[in-house]
């Protein structure tokens, strides 16, 4: 089989390419992808050149774990059949390409303990639950406080957001620098960081991915208060110590999420208590993707680009 799939040749060196797949073999499910995330966090790093060393990096490259369809082939013993919709958090399927994440192609091969089944009405929305479940992941568990400031409001902070309160906590305030960004909250505010004057906040969600804002945030924290870092940083990390040590104040840092995540937000959406409508901003079909990666990196504008499969030539 073959698939048309996102290749990054090198930092900014993007194309669509015809790959060759890996032959499925028991236990694996074969998906036509219809729609696919760009995501602004970990793959612009890798479109940019500026990805920190990670395993299984390496170019060629296919992106992208953000991806939903429908089943085409499925292994009778896996409990899929074709006809189902499903997500899929990418796929390392591809010859002569590394899949990291190996989410962007019109077709995907995969495990089928990776993908959730998901409702074929979700639409570009299905992509979206990589980031659900990311925000899921970062405020789930015991001894996990909800949080009461986001940093960011892009669409991991509004997940954040609307799930603290679908959890039924108070609602956080959110910042956010970029005052295009500050509209379509949803039972929350959003403020300029340096319109609050608040300095006791027991819980601090960092979604902004920016190095430099730590020593601000540990001002804010009340004593014994807690930082989560939700973005992903690719520089390092430092802070003053003393304001960190007056105030006792904790880190932690959010991991990648987990498939039970992953079903936990597929049921939070599907009953209603979680939308995730109004992210995204920005479609673009697949052969368009040069353009549309661009407009996802660049444009203040775009929260979420999507790019379009099924619609491609």
């Known amino acids: 089989m073959e ?65 939903a369809g429908e089943v085409v082939e499925a292994d009778p013993a896996t409990g899929f059949r074709a006809g189902d919709h499903v997500f899929v958090p990418g796929a390392d399927c591809f010859e002569g390409a590394h899949g990291l994440f190996g989410g962007a192609a019109a077709r995907l091969v995969s495990r089928a303990d990776r993908v959730v089944r998901i409702d074929a009405g979700h639409g570009p929305e299905g992509a979206l639950l990589a980031l659900a479940a990311t925000a899921r992941h970062t405020m789930a568990g015991l001894d996990k406080a909800m949080p009461d400031l986001i940093v960011g409001h892009g669409v991991l902070g509004r997940l954040l957001a609307r799930l603290a309160i679908a959890a039924g906590a108070p609602a956080p305030v959110v910042w956010e620098a970029e005052p295009g960004r500050r509209s379509g909250a949803e039972g929350y505010s959003v403020i300029a960081p340096e319109d609050d004057t608040r300095r006791d906040y027991r819980a601090i969600y960092d979604a902004s991915g920016n190095a430099g804002i730590l020593d601000d945030l540990i001002g804010r924290l009340a004593k014994g208060g807690e930082i989560v870092l939700a973005g992903f940083y690719p520089q390092g990390l430092s802070f003053a110590f003393p304001p960190a040590f007056m105030r006792e104040a904790r880190l932690r840092v959010a991991a990648e999420w987990t498939r039970g995540d992953l079903v936990a937000v597929r049921d939070l959406v599907e009953t209603g208590a979680l939308s995730l409508s109004g992210l995204i901003t920005h479609q673009a079909r697949a052969e368009e993707a040069p353009h549309a990666y661009r407009t996802a990196f660049g444009d203040p504008d775009c929260l979420k680009m999507i790019l379009n499969w099924k619609d491609a030539a």
């Open 3 to 67: 698939t048309r799939a996102i290749c990054l040749k090198g930092p900014e060196d993007l194309s669509i390419d015809l790959l060759s797949l890996k032959a499925p073999v028991a236990g694996d499910i074969v998906v036509e992808i219809s729609h696919s995330g760009i995501s602004t966090g970990t793959e612009k790093l890798f479109w940019s050149g500026q990805m920190p060393p990670f395993p299984g990096m390496g170019y060629p490259l296919v992106p992208g774990y953000e991806a």
